[in-house]
């Protein structure tokens, strides 16, 4: 990070002026946080080289700077108030909030941008009412028991800003991130202690919960084969994840799942959930009719018996508080790793039917599963269909596909 002595530009000086000036009854309420984006934030982000109304007219998906960077959650807005990007690719949050607040303290402003911040796979983020400025590294995991100070990397007051602005805007600017400054400093040994990526978190929920899940269908159901048992693991969970996801980016109301796992059958309601599912999504995920021209339906899982209790654990730590995840921003190609993980691993069944979770031989030989970077896989994409889908309309695509 390059720290050396900047001057803050005028426009900054003025805002810390007049916020001084102001102080006592902006802490009083006197500026709700409209007012703090519209009058505080928003030029002082301009000053870092933000262009925060798109005035150079991007297409919306390189607009510098996105407005409440999420989706509905539950019929309310639940989204960091800016999401500041390069190229399209989001780089940090920030969340702001009224200057009332006492932002060093509490710890809920902190426990909300940071379940944000680490659910978008995000190194750093800010919360800030202007008077305080934090910057917190988000890939510690976020727990409800954090106290507001748990991975804060740097603080500020906005008597700071004049004297340090080098700093703020040696890592904050947009300048400092296109010459690589943001992630070099994200980067660091020093930043990256005891930090953690929310796939591997994640990925190493979902191993128990399988464990959890095939364990329970291995006892209840006598009849199911090893092959059954793999499948119906796999399919639930991913099932139970996809909704979720949903429920955050607004798609699937809110809550469904808790309440239908609240009910003595929990797991007939899944199942109506995943049916509706199916007529809603027509996807492979969901596919329970024998339909013309598709794959087989999965005919195992509505004849299984799951007992709620273990649906209930599972389902439970999909939610706030017991989450630290927010699945509004969490990457969807989490479930395409959720896959691979499964693929590392079966499930086989001792000679008394109890399910145990093992890793293949061939998987345990490599040490461990490999994954395919993203990058590579969108230039393997583009040079291979993408040329035969270039210019074609969906059915022209359809046709190829189907046709190849």
Not at 13 to 39: C, I, P
Not at 132 to 139: G, H, I, S
Request: hydrophobic share 40%; glycine share 6%.
């Amino acid at each position: 990070m390059d720290t050396a002595v900047q001057q803050a530009p005028q426009v900054v000086l003025d805002l810390v002026e007049r916020f001084d000036l102001h102080r006592e009854t902006y802490l009083a309420g006197g500026l709700n946080e409209t007012q703090l984006r519209n009058e505080f934030l928003n030029p002082f982000f301009e000053a870092l080289g933000w262009d925060i109304f798109n005035r150079n007219g991007y297409h919306e998906a390189y607009k510098d700077v996105v407005h409440e960077d999420a989706i509905k959650v539950g019929g309310k807005t639940e989204a960091p108030d800016y999401g500041f990007r390069i190229g399209g690719v989001r780089k940090f949050f920030v969340e702001a909030k009224r200057p009332s607040h006492r932002l060093k303290d509490e710890p809920l402003p902190a426990l909300q941008l940071r379940r944000y911040g680490w659910s978008a796979k995000l190194a750093l983020s800010i919360l800030t009412d202007f008077e305080e400025f934090a910057v917190y590294d988000c890939r510690v995991k976020p727990e409800p028991s954090d106290p507001a100070g748990k991975a804060r990397v740097h603080y500020y007051t906005y008597k700071d800003f004049p004297r340090r602005w080098g700093e703020i805007a040696g890592l904050f600017s947009r300048e400092a991130i296109l010459k690589g400054a943001f992630d070099r400093y994200a980067q660091s040994a020093k930043l990256k202690r005891g930090t953690a990526e929310v796939d591997a978190a994640f990925l190493a929920e979902i191993e128990e919960w399988r464990e959890l899940l095939a364990r329970n269908l291995a006892l209840r159901n006598r009849q199911i084969s090893e092959s059954e048992l793999n499948h119906a693991v796999q399919m639930t969970l991913d099932r139970i994840v996809f909704l979720r996801m949903c429920e955050d980016r607004g798609i699937e109301p809110y809550g469904q799942l808790q309440e239908v796992v609240r009910h003595a059958d929990a797991y007939a309601g899944l199942l109506k959930l995943f049916r509706h599912a199916d007529d809603r999504y027509n996807s492979g995920l969901f596919h329970f009719e024998k339909e013309k021209d598709r794959e087989p339906p999965d005919t195992v899982s509505a004849t299984l018996t799951v007992d709620g209790h273990v649906l209930k654990t599972i389902v439970k730590h999909l939610y706030h508080p017991d989450s630290s995840y927010e699945f509004s921003v969490i990457p969807t190609a989490i479930l395409g790793q959720v896959y691979e993980r499964f693929l590392g691993k079966v499930i086989r069944l001792s000679p008394s039917h109890r399910a145990v979770v093992e890793e293949k031989p061939e998987v345990r030989k490599a040490g461990g599963v490999y994954y395919t970077p993203a990058h590579i896989v969108e230039a393997i994409v583009k040079r291979t269909i993408g040329r035969w889908l270039e210019g074609k309309t969906l059915k022209q695509a359809a046709m190829i596909v189907s046709f190849r």
